[in-house]
């Protein structure tokens, strides 16, 4: 199973259902495409939120969990912007289409990395006996 590190808010806004496109400057490897990934909130807050989340309300009682795997999401697809997925897409990059996404329970803490990323077997056994 892969993990991907996504910034708060954004990996808030995936989790609970405010958003369903992930940019990236890099298309996702092809045999991650329909897979369950994993959604890591990375320990950065993205300062660049502010001029897109213009209804900081609906941040209201997100956990705003840093440095943990919140949730689970299939990554259902991918393509090149094109001026789509408003307000979410980045017109520059790639959009990850995810669905089926599934929060945790609890987040689970752990170290997150770059690109798409292994988590340590302790993490997902951690992940599955919770869920």
């Known amino acids: 199973m892969k993990a991907l590190t996504v910034h708060q808010p954004w990996a ?5 259902g ?6 990236r400057s890099w298309t996702p490897p092809a045999a991650a495409v329909g897979s369950t990934i994993l959604i890591h909130a990375g320990k950065t ?3 660049m939120s502010r001029f897109v989340i213009t209804d900081w309300a609906t941040l209201d009682g997100w956990p705003d969990a840093r440095g943990a795997v919140i949730a689970t999401a299939v990554l259902a697809g991918h393509h090149r912007a094109d001026g789509c997925c408003a307000p979410w897409g980045d ?3 790639h959009h990850w289409q995810l669905t089926d996404v599934q929060p945790l329970a609890e987040p689970v803490p752990c170290r997150g990395a770059q690109r798409l990323w ?3 077997t302790a ?3 951690h992940i599955i006996r919770t869920a």
Do not use: L
């Not at 808030?12 to 609970?16: F, H, K, L, W």
């Not at 405010?18 to 940019?23: L, M, S």
């Open 12 to 16: 808030d806004a995936i989790t609970y």
């Open 18 to 23: 405010r958003k369903r496109i992930e940019n």
């Open 45 to 47: 807050f993205d300062p």
């Open 91 to 93: 017109p520059r990059g």
């Open 118 to 120: 292994t988590p340590t």
């Open 123 to 125: 993490t997902i056994q």
